[in-house]
């Protein structure tokens, strides 16, 4: 069974479609990134995965409960890290710990969350005084605290150096190893491709792209481009291409596979492709794709304006 | 269980808050100990005018220890999304607001007995004839002031606003109370039944037989309509609570 499904939800504040009809479906084990720009709908999406937020249309079951209904239950087996969230600034952060952990049954011992987190070296530290990052990784220390199955994290590394990412994202891949689902929501692309298994991109409430990231990537907007040998017109290529200048350009889904097939057809001829280039897709790539597509969207339509 | 863990949350927060503590706790402390303690040196009916006032005093502490300090508490922490982060974790709703209440009627309570030995000791008052009478109202009003606090958060936009939007009912419940000594008698007396009805009101009189000559007969019957008011003020504080109280700042 899925860890986590959502079927045709929606919300809107007032006038403002927040999220509008998404489903998707998150495998146990597997991690899901949400991506998009501000105000796509993501940290809606996940107050409404958790439970903070009623859905005006729509289901959402985590583990098989409604996250609202079942509150008490679903918030035994699930991490929470909030994007927006205070802390009692005068405690320090091993004090935060200690006091989550009397909220938590079967919690981890204090110390080990703050291993986990990064956060050893700053137990005796006030709150008020750790810096935006270290505030980030507290609250991954308390989402862990009750060894949950499922994680969401709201930005997880938002305001930390790429070192601090990285060790996060070493938390990330471990626990997803060991079977916790994690659904995550960020901003940076190198982090999704990092983690994800499967992903979903939103933009104004409504998932534009979603699926495998493997697939995904590839299906959109893998590559092969070389110089057309001057003898060969492109209709006698064996796969599609658009030519521009002397550039042949084939869009495939296996670029690699896409390649070979090339290379074959031209040593059969005796041909060489010159300055051929196999380009695996990346998720900025398609980012790029999709913002740009939404710009010209925009253009035709009046400019709605964004929110978080 | 997790109703403890919230309830020793919000004590320690509570005595750790140096902002507040000087409206929880030192200016009712203060009031409660130092006017009856004035009362019994100036006048010359000294021990009565200082019992009177005494009882008339625990009116503030109720309205500053129990109601303006969770109001203020909760507001802040719900500005500070420390009530949605509380809300992330295994809790539930009733076990954090439970927790706040408690805790805030615990101190209370502890604020309203050290005023009580204080005066005994400072000003001559004697302890209350019927000490169970004394602390089922004491508790029970501290209760009933606390929930009542948790409700009001909701009528207040951000937490600024908390103690002006507050500290009316501070004085409101000394006047009506007698605190401030016997301005009632000065105001029109169509206004003395609503005065009457306020629950502050409702534990100060129950307090006052509970000081004075009776019998467990007549301390029951004075306690009649008092429990009935504090009764209806839980309803409609609970009621409230149901219907209007926010656990985030409105967005927009």
């Known amino acids: 069974m899925a860890a986590i499904q959502v079927n045709h939800l929606s919300k809107s504040y007032g006038s403002f479609q927040a999220v509008d009809d998404i489903s998707f479906e998150v495998e146990a084990g597997a991690v899901f990134a949400l991506l998009g720009r501000n105000g796509a709908g993501k940290t809606t999406t996940i107050e409404l995965l958790t439970g903070f937020r009623r859905p005006d249309a729509g289901t959402v079951r985590v583990l098989g409960l409604d996250p609202i209904r079942d509150r008490a239950q679903v918030r035994g087996n699930v991490g929470i890290m909030l994007q927006e969230a205070g802390f009692f600034p005068d405690l320090t952060a091993g004090q935060t710990v200690e006091i989550w952990r009397d909220f938590t049954p079967a919690a981890r011992p204090a110390s080990e969350a703050l291993e986990l987190a990064g956060l050893t070296a700053k137990a005796k530290t006030k709150v008020r005084q750790l810096s935006g990052g270290e505030k980030r990784r507290l609250d991954l220390a308390l989402a862990l605290l009750g060894r949950p199955d499922v994680l969401f994290l709201d930005e997880p590394t938002t305001g930390m150096d790429p070192e601090a990412r990285r060790d996060v994202w070493e938390v990330v891949r471990d626990l997803a190893a060991r079977g916790t689902t994690v659904l995550l929501t960020t901003h940076y692309l190198e982090e999704a491709q990092q983690l994800a298994t499967n992903l979903a991109i939103m933009d104004r409430g409504e998932i534009v792209v979603g699926g495998d990231m493997a697939e995904t990537l590839a299906a959109r907007v893998g590559r092969v481009s070389f110089e057309l040998p001057s003898v060969v017109q492109p209709g006698e290529l064996p796969l599609p291409a658009t030519v521009r200048g002397k550039v042949a350009v084939v869009q495939a889904a296996d670029p690699d596979l896409a390649a070979q097939t090339l290379l074959s057809w031209a040593s059969e001829r005796g041909l060489r492709l010159r300055g051929l280039e196999v380009r695996t897709a990346s998720l900025e790539d398609l980012f790029l794709e999709l913002a740009h597509n939404g710009e010209t969207a925009q253009n035709s339509t009046t400019t709605r304006d964004a929110r978080a | ?252």
Not at chain 2, 32 to 56: E, K, S, W, Y
Not at chain 2, 101 to 130: E, F, G, K, N, Y
Request: aromatic share 8%; no cysteine; charged share 10%.
């Open chain 2, 1 to 252: 269980m997790s109703l403890t863990a919230t309830y020793k949350l919000s004590a320690r927060l509570f005595w750790r808050d140096k902002g507040m503590l000087p409206a929880s706790v030192i200016t009712p402390l203060g009031l409660a100990i130092g006017m009856p303690t004035l009362m019994r040196n100036v006048t010359a009916g000294g021990v009565t005018a200082a019992a009177q006032m005494f009882v008339g005093t625990l009116a503030l502490i109720l309205s500053g220890t129990a109601f303006l300090n969770i109001t203020v508490a909760l507001t802040m922490r719900r500005d500070q999304l420390l009530l949605k982060r509380l809300r992330a974790t295994r809790l539930t709703d009733r076990q954090i607001l439970l927790g706040e209440v408690a805790s805030t009627a615990t101190q209370t309570v502890i604020v309203m007995v050290i005023s009580a030995v204080a005066v005994h000791l400072l000003a001559d008052v004697p302890l209350p004839r019927d000490p169970v009478l004394f602390a089922v109202f004491a508790v029970a009003g501290a209760a009933v002031m606390a929930t009542l606090g948790v409700a009001w958060t909701a009528a207040i936009p951000r937490g600024e606003l908390a103690a002006p939007m507050t500290l009316p009912f501070f004085f409101l419940a000394g006047l009506a109370s007698g605190a401030m000594g016997p301005i009632v008698d000065l105001l029109p007396s169509w206004l003395h039944p609503f005065f009457a009805a306020l629950p502050t009101s409702a534990v100060v009189d129950v307090v006052r037989a509970s000081y004075g000559p009776g019998t467990l007969g007549s301390d029951l019957a004075a306690a009649a309509v008092p429990a009935l008011v504090l009764a209806v003020w839980a309803g409609v504080a609970l009621l409230s609570i149901r219907r209007w109280f926010r656990w985030e700042t409105r967005k927009s």
